[in-house]
Structures are given as structure tokens and as C-alpha cells.
Nanobody
Framework: QVQLVESGGGLVQAGGSRRLSCAAS????????MAWYRQTPGNQRELVAS???????NYADSVKGRFTISRDNAKNTVYLQMNSLKPEDTAVYYC?????????WGQGTQVTVSS
């Protein structure tokens, strides 16, 4: 069973930082790339960042230079370090793992950036 559990969301002032965590089932963590998406009301989920099993990363243009995705294989956890946060970063952030033709998602964690 695929399980993804996010944590770390909350309210932060513009310019501040926040670190999100996603704990994944052990049997999937070491075998698959992981990603963070975000979604605002009325909009589709958008890719924020992804990381392969070997650690190669990819970022949306809107977060490059501010966000960092990383993974700790010993803890089966992927992180999203968010710095220099902006009000437009306000969203529900979701952890994702694509396995074959299926996408698996966590429950989401709300990040609100106040101006």
C-alpha cells in the first residue's frame, strides 16, 4: 500500500521560510522519483519540484532559487525547503509519487504566506 504523509505547513510571513516533509512507504521510497505539487482554489495542481532516486532535481521557474527539494533515504522522507516565501506561494502542497500509470498523493498541507 502506498502511503504519503505530509507535514510542515502553516502560516508564515512573506520573506520567511518553511520546510515541508513527506514520509513515504519504505517499499516505494527507494525505487521512485518523488515530487511536490501545489494547488490553489479553482486551479489545477502544478508541479513545484521533483527529485529522482539518484538525486537529480527539477523546479518550476516560479520557485527556482528559492525552494530546494531533497530526500533522506534512511528516513524514507522527501523535503521541500521553501525560502523567501511570497504571498503567491500560498497553496495546498501535495507530495506525489508516480508509479507506472498511477499517481499517488498525500493528503496535502496548507501553506499560507501573509504579506
Amino acid at each position: 500500500q502506498v502511503q504519503l504523509v505530509e507535514s510542515g505547513g502553516g502560516l508564515v510571513q512573506a520573506g520567511g521560510s518553511r520546510r515541508l516533509s513527506c514520509a513515504a512507504s519504505r517499499y516505494i521510497f527507494s525505487s521512485y522519483a518523488m515530487a511536490w505539487y501545489r494547488q490553489t482554489p479553482g486551479n489545477q495542481r502544478e508541479l513545484v519540484a521533483s527529485i529522482t532516486t539518484s538525486g537529480a532535481t527539477n523546479y518550476a521557474d516560479s520557485v527556482k532559487g528559492r525552494f530546494t527539494i531533497s530526500r533522506d533515504n534512511a528516513k524514507n522522507t522527501v523535503y521541500l525547503q521553501m525560502n523567501s516565501l511570497k504571498p503567491e506561494d500560498t497553496a495546498v502542497y501535495y507530495c506525489n509519487v508516480p508509479i507506472g500509470t498511477m499517481d499517488y498523493w498525500g493528503q496535502g498541507t496548507q501553506v499560507t504566506v501573509s504579506s
